[in-house]
């Protein structure tokens, strides 16, 4: 099924979660302010906006991080870290392949990754959020219909029969992405 969001639509809601848990104006949650640095978010704040996040659009957020997806499908980390702890440039290109669309600027390697985790930004959620919604089912389980659309609730429903859709879970999504961006370099089959 399409995605039933507009990009804009998740990055406003995002945008607006993020200010709610923080307790800030929805303005000083700009694309590139950083969660951390920036908005001054701790780790509790985190998990508060990923519960208010699934509560209200009905998916499953990511329980882990790109890196550690890379080294599930990799079989290990070796390839993630050069010998001071920073990541590789492998490691570095599959983050900027993710659904989160990190730049060159945010993500290199030689940083280390708490450094990756500090350059999230509010736009970094918003893009995952909304490619949550691009791995709907491909027709409704219940009355086979190929649409979806949205129930004032804000949560993806058929537009057949008014069935709560399901999306892949962050993790599905982040695995899936982390497999395609190692193809798309051209890096050896992964393992797993």
């Known amino acids: 099924m399409q995605n039933p969001y507009e990009a804009e639509q ?65 079989g290990g980390s070796e390839q993630l870290y050069d010998e001071r702890g920073g990541i590789t440039e492998l490691a570095a290109e599959v983050l900027r392949r993710s659904a989160f669309g990190y730049s060159a600027e945010q993500v290199h390697a030689g940083q280390r990754p708490y450094e990756v985790a500090a350059a999230a930004t509010s736009a970094h959620w918003a893009s995952f959020t909304h490619a949550l919604f691009d791995h709907l089912p491909e027709t409704c389980t219940e009355c086979g219909a190929d649409k979806a659309e949205l129930a004032a609730s804000g949560k993806a429903i058929c537009a057949g029969c008014g069935a709560a859709l399901e999306a892949s879970t962050g993790d599905e999504v982040m695995a899936e992405g982390v497999r395609a961006a190692l193809v798309a370099i051209g890096h050896a089959q992964p393992v797993g």
Do not use: Y
């Not at 945008?15 to 929805?26: E, H, K, P, S």
């Not at 985190?46 to 659009?57: A, D, G, H, N, W």
């Open 10 to 74: 998740i990055q406003d809601i995002v945008r607006d979660g993020l200010a709610q848990v923080l307790g800030t104006g929805a303005d000083e949650v700009t694309p590139d302010a950083t969660l951390v640095a920036d908005l001054g978010a701790e780790s509790l704040d985190l998990v508060e906006f990923r519960f208010e996040m699934e509560t209200k659009l009905g998916v499953a957020l990511p329980k882990s991080n790109v890196l550690d997806q890379l080294a599930t499908v990799l």
